[in-house]
T-cell receptor, first 113, second 112 residues
Framework: DAGVTQSPTHLIKTRGQQVTLRCSPK?????VSWYQQALGQGPQFIFQ???????QRGNFPDRFSGHQFPNYSSELNVNALLLGDSALYLC????????????FGEGSRLTVL | GNSVTQMEGPVTLSEEAFLTINCTYT??????LFWYVQYPGEGLQLLLK?????DKGSNKGFEATYRKETTSFHLEKGSVQVSDSAVYFC???????????FGKGTKLSVKP
């Protein structure tokens, strides 16, 4: 049973560019959340998707957007990249929108130069 | 606002030593509380949880008790092993359980 898979694992972008990160949830999970983890910090909630809609959103600007597909996979898009967007982006899936029992992928490490 | 504060690391212990990692939180209401662990080269995984006051979560020899009066959820283990070396994150469900608020993490290193 595959867990949460994310791609790419590492990528480098320059300021002003756009990036798309991808996530496949654990089999049987229909809810996907995205977190940003800066170096030396805990993960910070970006948003959550369920039934192809954004259900909850954290304190992130509109440059951060997402999408969920009918097969429950998800994308995170970040526009107009800033140096401060450099971080590990974590995808987590769950069985329910209201559970804190999350299954995390290993993350996508984004470096903005 | 909602937040989680955990003791700063790194924490270095010898094998079989007793472990405590302190965690306190501020929250609206009484959210569920969690400990997640991140082993080297792996993704975050749930270690244990507690959903209401005085609940004790336990797993793999680790324990934590939901203390409403002190707003704490300290992680303990009686005898650590080298394989417990990891980064430990305390978290709570905030105002909505699907949106976890994490502490900064505490790195534990256990020496043989």
């Amino acid at each position: 049973d595959a867990g949460v898979t994310q791609s790419p694992t590492h990528l480098i972008k320059t300021r002003g560019q756009q990036v798309t990160l991808r996530c496949s949830p654990k089999s049987g999970h229909d809810t996907v959340s995205w977190y940003q983890q800066a170096l030396g910090q805990g993960p910070q909630f970006i948003f959550q998707y369920y039934e192809e809609e954004e259900r909850q959103r954290g304190n992130f600007p509109d440059r951060f957007s997402g999408h969920q597909f009918p097969n429950y996979s998800s994308e995170l898009n970040v526009n107009a990249l800033l140096l401060g967007d450099s971080a590990l982006y974590l995808c987590a899936s769950s069985l329910d929108v209201n559970t804190g029992e999350l299954f995390f992928g290993e993350g996508s490490r984004l470096t903005v130069l | 606002g909602n937040s989680v504060t955990q003791m700063e690391g790194p924490v270095t212990l010898s094998e079989e030593a007793f472990l405590t990692i302190n965690c306190t939180y501020t929250a609206t209401g009484y959210p569920s509380l969690f400990w997640y662990v991140q082993y080297p080269g792996e993704g975050l995984q749930l270690l244990l949880k507690a959903t209401k006051a005085d609940d004790k979560g336990s797993n793999k020899g680790f324990e934590a008790t939901y203390r409403k009066e002190t707003t704490s959820f300290h992680l303990e283990k009686g005898s650590v092993q080298v394989s417990d070396s990891a980064v430990y994150f305390c978290a709570h469900g905030g105002g909505s359980q699907g949106n976890l608020i994490f502490g900064k993490g505490t790195k534990l290193s256990v020496k043989p």
